[in-house]
């Protein structure tokens, strides 16, 4: 299997695993707090990946340290901010909403490669990306004009697109990670800086806003978060940028709204019609325009 094709993978695999995050984010309402939500998630993660990479870390400290404010911005976006805005977000917006904006991320990414690496963004890529976007909001607004002029943002839309952005910087950062630190040691202190940094938060908010109840529906979506939406998900995001760079690993980000209807259909009996079909579409026919030299 090629690098291009293991790239491809990883990214489509990601992306279905941060697809069931949406729906959580938007479904726990109530039930966990954001940033309880986001400090045990990455709690699970560190755990569960400290016996692979906890030795090599140890081995790996005078290039951690040499790189320390790298890989502390790095956490602070990715594991500290960026899925903590998304649970507040959650909180004060529905699930479309915020599959809507997430489509933001592959624009943030691919404005950011062209300023920070001066990457070009060719005619053919501009007409995919179009192509992919129309795909979008056909999917959300069900086809219906009225229904995508009418859709009313709040606080927790622009949380969500604030969060978009951090997440960019997040892929642009991991796209210069240091040779020297192998995949599972970067993960590890990466996501246990971001979780360190989350500590103060979670205890202002336990003691100040609501406490965090560990019945089986808060230890299962933990688990879920921690290990698969996390560990896993991260891993395989950061190898699709080293593999396939970070402009088409971001277009693969465009398949969330496809995912989650499928995964809507399946676990939650909602019917996919014709304009959801078409949708689809019109989204993967963008992203072979999109990736076409």
């Known amino acids: 299997m090629s690098n291009q094709t293991k790239g491809v993978l990883f990214a489509l695999f990601a992306t279905l695993l941060w697809s069931v995050n949406m729906v959580i984010a938007s479904g726990v309402k109530g039930h966990i707090p954001p940033v309880g939500l986001a400090f045990w998630r990455w709690t699970v993660a560190c755990i569960v990946l400290a016996p692979f990479a ?12 040499k790189h320390f404010w790298y890989l502390t911005l790095t956490a602070v976006l990715g594991i500290t901010i960026f ?3 998304i649970y507040f ?3 004060t917006t529905s699930a479309i909403n915020l599959s809507l904006i997430a489509i933001s991320i592959p624009l943030f990414i691919i404005i950011l490669s062209r300023i920070i690496y001066k990457e070009k963004v060719s005619n053919i890529k501009i007409v995919g990306i179009a192509t992919i976007i129309i795909g979008v909001l056909v ?16 606080i927790g839309d622009l949380l969500m697109l604030l969060a978009c952005f951090f997440f960019a910087c997040y892929t642009i950062l991991v796209r210069k990670k240091p040779q020297q630190l192998a995949p599972k040691v970067f993960l590890f202190s990466v996501f246990s800086i971001g979780t360190a940094l989350l500590l103060p938060l979670y205890i202002w908010e336990n003691t100040t806003y609501q406490k965090v109840i560990f019945d089986s529906t808060t230890i299962l979506i933990t688990l879920y978060v921690g290990i698969f939406a996390s560990l896993v998900s991260f891993y395989l995001w950061n190898e699709a940028i080293r593999l396939i760079g ?22 939650l009996n909602q019917a996919i019609g014709l304009t959801q079909i078409i949708s689809m579409g019109i989204i993967i026919s963008g992203l072979f325009i999109t990736a076409k030299k």
């Open 83 to 85: 899925n903590t805005l």
């Open 139 to 154: 999917l959300i607004s069900k086809g219906s004009l009225q229904a995508l002029l009418t859709i009313n943002f709040t």
């Open 246 to 267: 970070t402009s088409k690993t971001a277009l693969i980000y465009y398949l969330i709204p496809i995912f989650s209807g499928i995964l809507a259909y399946f676990f």
């Open 54 to 65: 906890a030795k090599r870390t140890f081995e790996s400290l005078p290039i951690l340290k």
């Open 89 to 91: 977000a959650g909180k």
